[in-house]
């Protein structure tokens, strides 16, 4: 299986501020990469399909980046609403697997 | 609208068998492309993809449980169940039912998550 390396795994941080979330697959990925938000109440929902792509309704501040093994997930102006869990995917090969989260924390 | 709900049994003791139901709308399973997943996330930790069932009654299991396991949909293509076998403490978790998108391989819509304890 691909092992899914966040970090960090909690980050606390100030409304309004720029903060960046990284994911580092054991091996290539070729940009397969998904990224997902856990509220408190444990809906999840999905933010980042394919590396890059915002999924339909989810702010343009946060982005997706990166290739290879290495990508990242930055929202660029912290909103009250955006403390949650934060989890990557990857889905280039079989079973699908998922990074161990990062827990953003109001500071 | 898609909607996904999870039922179960809440607690069940060790070596017993697991029986889930996810039961959805918004969409029929016999329809191309349509895949429905099981989830699963312990308390405090990260998820664990377990099995999937797409619209043309294919299975998908994950290795590492797959003995265990059995995914299936009902002829209505409105439910899909999964049975996990002689269950420890260690498959206690809150299981989610979740829809992969249909223009790229995401979970796209996600059940609120049924939690399930195993102990004695």
């Given at each position: ?107 | ?52 069932i797409d619209w043309d009654g294919d299975k998908y299991y994950n290795p ?21 076998t002689s269950v420890d403490t260690a498959d206690t978790a809150t299981y ?21 304890t195993v102990s004695s």
């Amino acid at each position: 299986d691909i092992q899914m390396t966040q970090t960090p795994s909690s980050m606390p941080a100030s409304l309004g501020e720029r903060v960046t979330i990284s994911c580092r697959a054991s091996q290539g990925i070729s940009n397969y990469l998904n990224w997902y938000q856990q509220k408190p109440d444990g809906t999840i929902k999905p933010l980042i399909y394919y590396t890059s792509n915002l999924q339909s309704g989810v702010p343009s501040r946060f982005s997706g980046s990166g290739s290879g093994t290495d990508y990242s997930l930055t929202i660029s102006s912290l909103e009250p609403e955006d403390f949650a869990m934060y989890y990557c995917q990857q889905y280039d090969s079989s079973p699908p697997t998922f990074g161990g989260g990062t827990k953003l924390e109001l500071k | 609208q898609v909607t996904l709900k999870e039922s179960g049994p809440g607690m069940l003791q060790p070596s017993k068998t697991l029986s889930l139901t996810c039961s959805f709308s918004g969409f029929s399973l016999s329809t191309s492309g349509m895949v429905v997943s099981w989830i699963r996330q312990p308390s405090g930790k990260s998820l664990e993809w377990l099995a999937a069932i797409d619209w043309d009654g294919d299975k998908y299991y994950n290795p590492s449980l797959k003995n265990r396991l059995t995914v299936s949909k009902d002829t209505s293509n409105t439910q899909v169940f999964l049975k996990i076998t002689s269950v420890d403490t260690a498959d206690t978790a809150t299981y989610f039912c979740v829809r992969r998108g249909t223009t790229a391989y995401y979970f796209e819509y996600w059940g609120q998550g049924v939690m399930v304890t195993v102990s004695s």
